[in-house]
């Protein structure tokens, strides 16, 4: 998505198949239809026309819509969530004319928009409402290096700001923040995460609520009702059982795989490593595990040269890795962090070592 909004690949090139795929593999694409309502003893969706579809197996992978901000102004025309086609298309047109950016959201999508705008020679202002960016997903060490990086690129990076408001009448002219100073903005950004797409299967009494409960075999508590991607809360070994949401393509296509061979009755639970990935600048972020809870982080290579890993570790234990620009560490420390193994921190800091 990023190559797109970038103008660097068309649409065509970032599809994930060709309409053609699906249709030499008889699969019956309904676009353009929102399903409004389950009913699990019928067996059957009814969408947003009133037309009714029965089902043996439901597979539930709507993903999530843009978390906005509850704000004076929050929907300006120029406000914009990162989601779409649309959205990106939206994007890229306001961006040509914008004179100044403002993005809100130091996660993932929020930085990885400031870069593509920074390199397209836009002036940028991002805003987070926590002391760093990158908090939820890494360490400080990483999240200060990036902060580091993408004000030497230009980016004024503002953090522990407050939103307040966003200004304008017709279209957004400004942020104006919490302690009164008003941002001139053309084009605001939002990147504050997401809400789960579960409204119609949580009425139908599925378990959940910021996503939908599924247990190993991605199941529903619903009859043949299983849920995949963004909107599946479960319990997740790399997070010590504890049940989260996993934000990403590789969690997505995991638990699709667990999905299709429980279908055909080849169950086998989902047990998958999570990781992620970053482009910003000439910047590659590599993550495998979950860093959350580590109670040590050890520096491998220098950030000077812009290529290090930070691994994390909690009671002696690898539990994640970050890479930048590192990926041979990248794919061997996945495999420590899958295996569950430990190692000295005179071993993992030492960049001769493999």
């Keep these: 998505s990023k190559e797109y909004f970038a103008g660097e690949k068309e649409f065509e090139r970032i599809q994930l198949r060709p309409a053609k795929y699906w249709d030499e593999r008889e699969v019956t694409m309904l676009l353009g239809k929102r399903v409004v309502s389950v009913d699990p003893a019928a067996h059957s969706v009814t969408t947003e026309s009133g037309e009714t579809i029965g089902y043996g197996k439901l597979v539930w992978a709507t993903g999530g819509t843009p978390r906005m901000l509850p704000i004076p102004g929050g ?40 870069a593509v705008l920074t390199k397209a020679g836009k002036k940028v202002v991002l805003l987070e409402a926590l002391d760093r960016v990158l908090a ?71 378990e959940g609520g910021n996503g939908v409960r599924v247990d190993s075999h991605c199941k529903t508590s619903l009859p043949d009702i299983y849920a995949i991607g963004d909107c599946a809360v479960h319990e997740n070994v790399f997070a010590e059982g504890a049940c989260i949401r996993l934000e990403s393509v590789q969690n997505a296509n995991d638990q699709a795989n667990v999905v299709a061979k429980g279908i055909v009755g080849d ?24 860093s959350t809870g580590h109670d040590q982080a050890i520096l491998r290579g220098d950030p000077a040269a812009r290529s290090f890993s930070i691994v994390y570790l909690k009671a002696g234990k690898v539990i ?30 030492d960049a001769g070592t493999p």
């Design 267 to 290: 169950e086998a639970p989902y047990h998958a490593v999570p990781w992620f990935w970053s482009n910003q600048y000439d910047l590659k972020l590599q993550t495998a595990g979950l």
């Design 136 to 206: 939820r997903v890494a360490g400080e060490d990483l999240s200060r290096f990036y902060e580091k990086e993408h004000r030497a690129h230009g980016v004024d990076l503002r953090l522990g700001v407050s939103v307040a408001a966003i200004e304008g009448d017709s279209h957004v002219t400004g942020v104006r923040l919490a302690d009164g100073e008003v941002i001139p903005a053309d084009l605001v950004i939002v990147g504050i995460g997401i809400v789960p797409a579960v409204e119609p299967l949580i009425a139908a009494g599925a």
């Design 75 to 114: 929907d300006l025309p120029g406000v914009q969530g990162v989601r779409t086609r649309a959205d990106a298309d939206a994007m890229k047109a306001a961006s040509e004319t914008a004179k100044q950016i403002v993005v809100i959201g130091g996660g993932y999508i929020g930085l990885e928009a400031a």
């Design 320 to 349: 994640a890795i970050d890479c930048v620009n590192a990926t041979r560490d990248y794919v061997q420390g996945r495999m420590i962090v899958t295996a569950g193994l430990r190692a000295s921190p005179e071993q993992l800091a």
